[in-house]
């Protein structure tokens, strides 16, 4: 299994920039991919931005050029950096780290953190 740490959520201002930092330690050669999801009260987790550790990606929509997502292997850590931010990117952030694969495969999620973007 996995244990997980993000950081850097904040406050920041819309047209600014944060980066998320996702740590991961404990059984990581079985980690096989890293994603960003998002979520308001009483609305549904949405996803914000994957990568494999193959280096598949995956956006939504919303993110694409304004989101990166990239990952340090070596540290076993994943980032999204957010730029040029809006009001509507404010949410709680969540890391998920997929471990295992096929019958073995399950998410391990980080215990998220705010991101607030004001006007």
């Known amino acids: 299994q996995v244990h997980i740490v993000e950081s850097g959520g904040d406050l920041v201002q819309a047209g600014g920039s944060l980066r998320l930092s996702c740590k991961a330690w404990?059984?990581?050669?079985?980690?096989?991919?890293y994603g960003w999801y998002r979520q308001n009260p009483g609305k549904e987790r949405e996803l914000v931005a994957a990568?494999?550790?193959?280096?598949?990606?995956n956006y939504a929509d919303s993110a694409k050029g304004r989101f990166t997502v990239s990952l340090d292997n070596a540290q076993n850590t994943v980032y999204l950096q957010m730029n040029n931010l809006e009001p509507e990117d404010t949410a709680v952030y969540y890391c998920?780290?997929?471990?295992?694969?096929?019958?073995?495969?399950?998410?391990?999620w980080g215990q998220g953190i705010q991101v607030t973007v004001s006007s």
């Open positions: 998920d780290v997929q471990y295992g694969m096929g019958f073995y495969a399950e998410d391990y």
């Open positions: 404990g059984t990581t050669y079985r980690i096989t991919g």
């Open positions: 990568r494999t550790r193959a280096g598949d990606l």
